[in-house]
């Protein structure tokens, strides 16, 4: 704990709830069921560990059908109201140099792994510590 419940069908926010410790589970997953099953006409919901303040970086990928792909550079989303973006920010100020060589060849990598063909964005929590997990 922390964890956030979250719906898997879900988007702006929606069905998410942060659960701080064991005794709030079961309420938050069923309210997080039942707000996913109204917006999303999907009930089912994962858990996520839950990174306080943490930025919201997304990188940028170019993948032709030849297994070319390359990453082209970041965004910053973390501005935010309701879990929507507000605005996004490139290059990020809190990304410097090896960490954005580090973020892109994940990036890279996560697209080969599945294939990946056409242009897109790999999206990552960034935590105080730098470290990053992809959402």
């Given at each position: 704990y922390p964890v956030m419940i979250k719906a898997s069908a ?56 030849f297994g070319n792909t390359v990453y082209l550079g970041e ?18 100020k809190v990304v410097d140099e090896n960490l954005r060589k ?34």
């Amino acid at each position: 704990y922390p964890v956030m419940i979250k719906a898997s069908a879900g988007g702006g926010g929606r069905g998410i709830r942060v659960v701080y410790r064991e005794d709030q589970l079961v309420k938050n997953y069923e309210n997080a069921k039942l707000e996913a099953r109204e917006a999303f006409g999907d009930d089912t919901v994962y858990l996520e560990k839950f990174i306080e303040s943490p930025k919201h970086i997304e990188i940028q990928i170019l993948a032709d059908n030849f297994g070319n792909t390359v990453y082209l550079g970041e965004r910053d989303c973390s501005m935010q109201r309701r879990n929507q973006k507000v605005l996004e920010e490139a290059p990020s100020k809190v990304v410097d140099e090896n960490l954005r060589k580090s973020m892109g060849k994940t990036a890279v990598k996560a697209a080969k792994a599945v294939n990946y063909s056409n242009a897109g964005t790999v999206e990552f929590l960034l935590d105080k510590n730098n470290n990053y997990y992809f959402m």
